[in-house]
C-alpha cells in the first residue's frame, strides 16, 4: 500500500510541474514576441523593471522562466546588468502568486471543476486558432488535479494520526535556530534536485496542512526554496558572458540575503504572518486552509 502511495505522491508532482511547464509555455506562445518586447522596453527604470518582472513572472507562472530569460537578453546585449537586477527583482515577488493559487487547491476541491477543463481545453487544442488557449487550459486543469490529488493523498495517509512521523517532527526543536537552519538547508537540497520550487511547496503545504510538519519548519523549507530555485538561472548562465553570469548571480545573492534578514528576525516575523492570517502558531491546531495561507502569506 504504501509504495502506491508513494507512486501517487511522486505522479501528482511530476503532474504539477508538468502542468504548470504547459501553462508557462502556452502563456508564452500566446504572448510570442509581445512578451519579449514587453522585457526589453518596460525596464527604463528600477521601478518599471522590477512591476515588469513581477507581471511576467505572474503571467507564465514561473520565476525560472523569467530568470532564464532575462538572463538569455543580457547575454545577447538587450537589457543592461542593471535592467535585468531590476526584473529579477520583480521576478521573486510574482513567483509568490503560484503558492496562492496552491493554497487554494488545498483550500477548496477543484477535482469536480478539472474534467470540464479538459474536456472544454482538448477541443480548443484541435481548432488552429485558439490552440494556446487550449494548452492553457489543459496546464492549468492538470495543475489543479495534481493539487486535488495530493490532498486526497494526504488525506489517505491519514498523516495527522501517523504516530511515528508525528514523534519523529516533533524531535526538532522549532524554537532553536540549528533546526530552522538545517531545515532551509534540506529545502535549498531538494528544490535544486527537483528543480521546481512549487513541487516543494506543494509538499509542504501537505505536510504543514495534515498536521505533521510544524509551521516553523514548514516556513525554514519555504526559505530554502527561494535560495535552491535560483539554481535553475545560474545552471544557464554558465555558458553565456560575464554579464549574463552576474545577473544570474544578483539573483542567488538577493535571494540569499532577502532570507539571511528574515532569519535574523525569525520568530517575530512569523508570529507576525500568522496572526495577520488569524492562526495561533503555539495551538499547533490542524486547519489545513489557514495553514496553506499562513505559507502563501509569508512566500508573499
Same mark, same amino acid.
Given at each position: 500500500?504504501?509504495? &502506491? ?5 511522486? $505522479? ?12 508557462? #509555455?502556452?502563456?508564452?506562445?500566446? /504572448? ?8 526589453? @522596453? ?16 505572474? /503571467? ?12 538569455? =537578453?543580457?547575454? /545577447? ?14 521576478? +521573486? ?6 503558492? &496562492? ?16 477543463? =479538459? ?19 489543459? $496546464?492549468?486543469?492538470?495543475? *489543479? ?18 504516530? #511515528?512521523?508525528?514523534? =519523529? *517532527?516533533?524531535? =526538532?526543536?522549532?524554537?532553536?535556530? @540549528? @533546526? ?44 530554502? #526554496? ?7 538561472? +545560474? ?18 545573492? *538577493? ?5 539571511? &534578514? ?33 505559507? /502563501?502569506?509569508?512566500?508573499?
Amino acid at each position: 500500500m504504501s509504495i &502506491w502511495i508513494f507512486f501517487k505522491i511522486i $505522479g501528482s508532482l511530476a503532474l504539477l510541474i508538468y502542468g504548470m511547464k504547459v501553462m508557462s #509555455e502556452a502563456l508564452q506562445k500566446m /504572448a510570442g514576441s509581445q512578451l519579449r518586447h514587453i522585457l526589453g @522596453t518596460m525596464t527604463k527604470n528600477r521601478f518599471t523593471g522590477m512591476f515588469t518582472g513581477m507581471f511576467v513572472t505572474s /503571467a507564465v507562472q514561473s520565476s525560472s522562466a523569467t530568470t532564464v530569460m532575462t538572463v538569455s =537578453f543580457v547575454n /545577447a546585449g538587450l537589457l543592461t546588468l542593471a535592467q535585468a537586477i531590476s526584473v529579477i527583482m520583480g521576478a +521573486n515577488i510574482g513567483t509568490t502568486l503560484t503558492a &496562492w493559487i496552491m493554497s487554494l487547491g488545498f483550500s477548496f476541491n477543484f477535482m469536480d471543476a478539472v474534467f470540464p477543463a =479538459f474536456i472544454v481545453g482538448i477541443l480548443l487544442i484541435y481548432t488552429r486558432r485558439h490552440r494556446y488557449i487550449g494548452d492553457f487550459l489543459f $496546464g492549468i486543469a492538470f495543475m *489543479f488535479f495534481s493539487l486535488a490529488l495530493l490532498s486526497q493523498t494526504g488525506n489517505e495517509m491519514d498523516l495527522g494520526h501517523n504516530r #511515528e512521523l508525528i514523534h =519523529f *517532527f516533533s524531535t =526538532f526543536d522549532t524554537g532553536s535556530y @540549528t @533546526t530552522i537552519i538545517v531545515f532551509l538547508l534540506i529545502g535549498t537540497l531538494l528544490t535544486c534536485i527537483l528543480q521546481s520550487s512549487a513541487a516543494l511547496m506543494a509538499i509542504t503545504m501537505m505536510l504543514c496542512s495534515s498536521g505533521v510538519l510544524p509551521i516553523y519548519l514548514g516556513i525554514a523549507l519555504v526559505m530554502g #526554496e527561494n535560495i535552491g530555485t535560483t539554481a535553475t538561472a +545560474n545552471l544557464a548562465a554558465l555558458g553565456a558572458n560575464t554579464q549574463a553570469r552576474r545577473a544570474a548571480l544578483a539573483h542567488l545573492v *538577493f535571494n540569499v540575503f532577502g532570507v539571511l &534578514w528574515v532569519l535574523c528576525l525569525f520568530y517575530p516575523f512569523v508570529d507576525t504572518v500568522c496572526s495577520l492570517v488569524g492562526y495561533d502558531p503555539a495551538s499547533r491546531a490542524i486547519d489545513p486552509a489557514r495553514l496553506s495561507v499562513v505559507l /502563501a502569506a509569508f512566500h508573499t
